[in-house]
């Protein structure tokens, strides 16, 4: 199958997200909850990021992240509230990633421009029906540039996951069948999909059989036409949800900011930080970790 359509949308995702990215896999993080008594990576993780919602419980935290068993869910979430509450793990998550950020990417002024038009970008993105955007959108911005940015590609990121969630749910995807689908269309293994989502053997062959029942999945486990259609347009009315943003900020800026900020990216992607096989389905190939294939670097 081929890969979706490199739209305005999807590439500013690409560009962004490894920055917002640190936070889950920077060591930081986890050291920052480990010292607060969490427990284990994964309570670090649906913590720190389901924070910006306050005390919730698992079944909405498991609702609005949606790719994650439940069970995993409720094996962090309320746990997490009884060693720190959620004002406590937001505060403890930046200056994880003020940490993090200054150890990666040791010139941290350089990024006043970048963090100016990141959060012009943001406080464009669409918040209405996406709880965890405008959670996150409801939160103070900081001063250093550093974390704008960061808390920037934050609200960009969960602004389109959120509307990512709506495309699934329009298409009938069940949590388990987006995380299947996504992968029999050549995006993350099933091996990192079960490691990381939890979901177990039979309930990834109960998965398979709904799609077969619809006509998206084959007997061998690949997409049929109609299975590639229906992923084709989640991904696509994704992006279509997400460029509301861009278009609010114009061809002018949007480029002036990926131009900024695809070098930070590139530098954070080839340092092997994110590991290429990863659930979010964010690979950069070989060839674009060199300023070279930099398209901003390239005769137009």
């Not at 698992?58 to 994650?68: G, K, M, N, T, W």
């Not at 990417?105 to 038009?117: G, I, M, N, S």
């Not at 669409?126 to 911005?141: F, M, S």
């Amino acid at each position: 199958m081929s890969q979706p359509v490199e739209t305005t949308a999807r590439r500013m995702w690409r560009v962004l997200e490894p920055f917002h990215a640190i936070t889950y896999f920077a060591p930081q993080t986890r050291q920052a909850t480990d010292a607060l008594g969490l427990k284990g990576g994964w309570m670090s993780y649906f913590a720190c990021r389901a924070a910006p919602l306050g005390p919730v419980g698992p079944e909405l935290v498991a609702s609005i992240f949606y790719s994650f068993h439940p069970s995993m869910v409720a094996r962090a979430i309320p746990a997490a509230w009884e060693f720190a509450t959620p004002a406590q793990l937001v505060e403890t998550r930046l200056e994880a990633i003020d940490t993090a950020v200054r150890r990666q990417l040791p010139e941290v002024d350089a990024l006043t421009r970048a963090a100016e038009l990141a959060r012009q970008a943001a406080e464009l993105a669409p918040v209405d029906g996406r709880a965890l955007a405008a959670a996150n959108a409801a939160l103070d911005w900081p001063d250093e540039p550093h974390l704008a940015l960061w808390h920037a590609t934050t609200v960009l990121r969960e602004s389109r996951g959120d509307g990512h969630v709506a495309a699934l749910v329009t298409a009938g995807l069940t949590p388990a069948q987006a995380c299947l689908t996504i992968s029999a269309a050549g995006g993350p293994s099933k091996e990192v999909f079960q490691l990381n989502r939890r979901w177990s053997d039979d309930e990834w062959a109960e998965a398979a059989e709904g799609l077969r029942e619809r006509g998206l999945l084959d007997t061998a486990g690949e997409l049929t036409p109609a299975g590639i259609v229906v992923r084709q347009e989640v991904e696509a009315t994704t992006d279509r949800l997400a460029d509301q943003t861009w278009r609010a900020l114009g061809p002018e800026l949007t480029g002036e900011l990926e131009r900024l900020v695809r070098p930070i990216s590139r530098q954070i992607m080839a340092s092997g930080l994110v590991p290429d096989d990863n659930p979010m389905a964010m690979r950069w190939d070989p060839s674009e970790l060199t300023d070279s294939s930099d398209p901003a670097n390239r005769p137009s």
